[in-house]
């Protein structure tokens, strides 16, 4: 075969291989492209009524709860509350009128429900000032950042079923001083945001959305728990400080509280009242926000209870009380609190009153707060109250209340004091 032939029947040979068009794999195949994608108008057209139909029905929903939100708005801001008249009642003046115990002014807790931190913050402040004569303004929040901690570990322990909330009781300040230590207010403010107010609602909704998530789904890992509630708390109220620096020395918590803060814990008692529990013995105060079941408070009848309150402010000491704050007879527009007679008649307050209040649910244990005086007026004694609680802002005096005797009497339902106050029912425990 001549040369020029064998070269053309190479050529041919290799175009055949190299053409898809032509390839023999792919002889009598269909091939594909991309084209425009084509729609069916009456489809689309039955979509776009249905979305006019939820925005239309959307509109109509915010319309209605609109409505619905203002007209329950305006409810609410005609909405009366069932106060006594005052005529018969003739408080103090004012705080002038007592001879206070020293104290710092009153501080707001704000969006909190930490009254339990302030108000113990507050009475060891005053303590401070009465044992050793130093001014030291304490953080509230250093005490309430780790009490969440501790809440936090007793969650994850006990599988969920520890109370988790933003209260608890006074004394707890002194379980959180021996664990962490003590700082200064100008060592740790416990708030990030701009106004300095503290505001706890959205960082304890993630808290507990987290726990119940926990809860939920069987994780009970308390190191990456306790961990992740640090990283909520520290998104509001700051990380706490290590170490800091005071009035121009260094310090760690621990040798904060030892050389300046100077307070031994175990020197200081709780006392409740309730026939319930035997008297002269040491009990748990069984509320949710004793979620660690303290049962070191000491039991007494209401009239030795009392007295104690008495007999502390009277040496010039403070205390703090905790209990109910729900009654009309108290009234923070006028910054006052007593019992009315169309409640129970003076006179008739005893043991038994002040139990059948504690069995039926209506004393309850609402607020922690700083007694720091005591005088008598008009025949009735009254108790001079520093609040952290909005409602002591309402009237005249702001962040103070005056509580007449008998209020404390039924309505509240712990003291706190300093032992040497107690030293004959000491013995007697």
Not at 102 to 131: D, M, N, V
Not at 234 to 243: A, I, K, L, W
Not at 364 to 387: Q, R, S
Request: proline share 4%; charged share 30%; hydrophobic share 35%.
């Amino acid at each position: 075969m001549p040369l020029t032939k064998l070269t053309a029947l190479a050529a041919l040979s290799l175009l055949l291989i190299s053409s898809p068009a032509v390839c023999a794999q792919d002889a009598g195949l269909d091939h594909a492209h991309y084209v425009k994608q084509t729609k069916y108008p009456v489809i689309d057209e039955m979509n776009d009524k249905n979305e006019e139909l939820r925005k239309a029905a959307q509109e109509k929903t915010d319309e209605i709860l609109e409505t619905i939100t203002k007209t329950r708005k305006d409810e609410k801001e005609k909405k009366k509350e069932f106060r006594p008249e005052l005529d018969a009642v003739n408080p103090p003046e004012g705080p002038e009128a007592f001879e206070a115990v020293w104290h710092f002014p009153p501080t707001p807790q704000f969006l909190t429900g930490t009254c339990w931190s302030f108000s113990a913050t507050s009475y060891l402040e005053s303590e401070i000032k009465r044992l050793h004569g130093t001014e030291v303004k304490l953080s509230e929040m250093w005490t309430a950042y780790w009490e969440y901690v501790d809440k936090a570990k007793s969650y994850a322990a006990s599988r969920g079923t520890s109370h988790f909330s933003q209260g608890s009781e006074a004394n707890a300040i002194f379980r959180v001083y021996d664990e962490y230590g003590a700082v200064p207010r100008s060592a740790y403010e416990g708030e990030l945001a701009e106004d300095g107010r503290f505001n706890h609602s959205l960082m304890f909704d993630q808290m507990m959305s987290y726990l119940e998530w926990c809860k939920a789904n069987n994780y009970w890992d308390e190191e990456m728990i306790v961990a992740s509630v640090r990283r909520i708390l520290d998104g509001t109220m700051g990380r706490p400080p290590e170490d800091f620096r005071w009035k121009e020395n260094d310090y760690t918590p621990r040798s904060f509280l030892k050389e300046v803060v100077g307070l031994k814990t175990d020197d200081y008692v709780s006392l409740m009242s309730t026939s319930e529990q035997p008297f002269y013995k040491r009990v748990e105060l069984e509320v949710e926000d004793n979620w660690w079941h303290d049962a070191s408070y000491i039991n007494l009848p209401l009239s030795e209870w009392y007295a104690v309150l008495e007999r502390t402010l009277a040496a010039g000491a403070t205390a703090t009380i905790g209990g109910d704050v729900s009654e009309p007879g108290l009234y923070g527009l006028h910054d006052i609190a007593f019992i009315p007679s169309f409640d129970i008649p003076v006179e008739f307050i005893n043991q038994d009153s002040r139990e059948m209040r504690i069995q039926n649910g209506t004393t309850a244990d609402d607020h922690g707060i700083h007694v720091v005086a005591h005088t008598t007026h008009a025949g009735h004694d009254w108790f001079l109250i520093k609040d952290s609680n909005r409602s002591s802002r309402k009237g005249k005096f702001k962040g103070y209340y005056m509580y007449r005797g008998d209020y404390i009497k039924l309505k509240m339902l712990t003291i706190g004091v300093h032992k040497d106050f107690v030293a004959d029912i000491l013995d007697r425990v």
